[in-house]
């Protein structure tokens, strides 16, 4: 089997063997076997290789090229799906790599609640993909980088899932608290209106219990108090609203995430990721926070909307 060199720097990827067996070995990191049917993540910056054997040289694989090996005689690899060069007989191991570029605060944060190797054994719930990836790699079909783009994305989901929630697992009290019938609803909450002018009372109010007992629950399992836990989170989204909305002014994104006044965001802003929001745009540069809070962007959520600027009146002189 030849041996792909997988170094997707700044990324993180997941793979899938859909049959056959090797060795992944990330850098730095001792190696693991993977077996048909296990899945493993790789956070990134740092590349990994995977071999049929420990030892084995491996062969990197240009980014959108195919890549020929001399010792097997033309075996390739290719950043693709469907290739009928590569060998298909007995023994031959097949290997599904996706990589997701870490581009946002909200997906790094997610990130760091998780290990450089993260590896889930077959039998779970990311088998249910196995049939569907086979079937959809085998083929050559329109529309086939699609289905895979979204199929990757169910197995990572299921992998991540079943790593936070296995016997002995200390999954981050985001995740836990996310269960709870009380505080669970206060975060939906939190995610989906966080330009909100929430207060303890207003979100106890939404979810239908006491001020003081959303209070005890929210800090007991999310390990912060809700209006800090909202000021982290709006403070997250403005990271990504700053890198990604190059054009909104500052005031603009300050009232996308909650505040009427420019200044008194900014100074949240600054406490909360160590750099002006005009710093951090200029630099992408930030103070690393501690782990408890806002690290995930619910599925299905964006990133808030900012109004856009109202029309120029045009007096006809």
């Known amino acids: 089997m030849g041996s792909p060199d997988a170094r997707e720097i700044s990324s993180t990827a997941s793979a899938k063997v859909l049959g056959g067996a090797g060795w992944i070995v990330p850098e730095h990191r001792p190696p693991e076997q993977l077996r048909a049917g296990e899945t493993v993540i790789v ?21 959108g090229e195919h890549c020929a ?26 290997l599904i790599v996706g990589a997701y570029p870490v581009r946002g605060e909200i997906s790094r944060r997610l990130l760091d609640a998780l290990p450089v190797v993260l590896r889930v054994a077959s039998g779970g719930g990311a088998d249910a993909v196995l049939d569907h990836l086979a079937a959809e790699v085998a083929a ?18 299921c992998a991540v899932r079943e790593y936070f929630d296995r016997p002995g697992g200390e999954p981050p009290a985001w995740y836990a608290a996310q269960r709870d019938p009380v505080v669970g609803d206060a975060l939906r909450l939190l995610h989906a209106e966080p330009a909100a002018p929430w207060t303890v009372s207003s979100l106890a109010d939404r979810t239908g219990v006491s001020r003081s007992t959303l209070a005890k629950r929210f800090a007991d399992l999310v390990g912060e108090p809700p209006l800090t836990y909202l000021t982290r989170w709006r403070m997250t ?3 990504d609203l700053l890198t990604e909305r ?13 505040y009427s006044d420019a200044f008194a965001f900014s ?15 200029r630099t992408g540069t930030v103070v690393p926070e501690r782990p408890t809070g806002p690290p995930l962007r ?9 109004p856009a600027p109202p029309p120029v009146a045009r007096v006809r002189s």
């Open 298 to 306: 619910p599925p299905g959520t964006v990133l808030p909307a900012i």
């Open 69 to 94: 090996t001399p010792e097997q005689g033309g075996t390739r690899h290719r950043r693709g799906w469907n290739d009928s060069c590569g060998d298909s007989g007995d023994g031959a191991t097949t």
């Open 43 to 63: 956070r990134g910056p740092a590349p990994f290789t995977f071999v049929d054997e420990v030892g084995t040289r491996a062969e990197p694989i240009a980014c």
């Open 237 to 239: 989204l403005a990271a």
């Open 246 to 258: 190059e054009v909104a002014t500052v005031a603009e994104i300050a009232h996308a995430v909650g």
């Open 140 to 157: 050559d079909t329109p529309g086939q980088q699609v289905v895979l783009d979204r199929l990757l994305d169910w197995m990572l989901v």
């Open 267 to 281: 100074a949240a802003f600054k406490r909360i990721r160590g750099v002006s929001p005009s710093a951090f745009r």
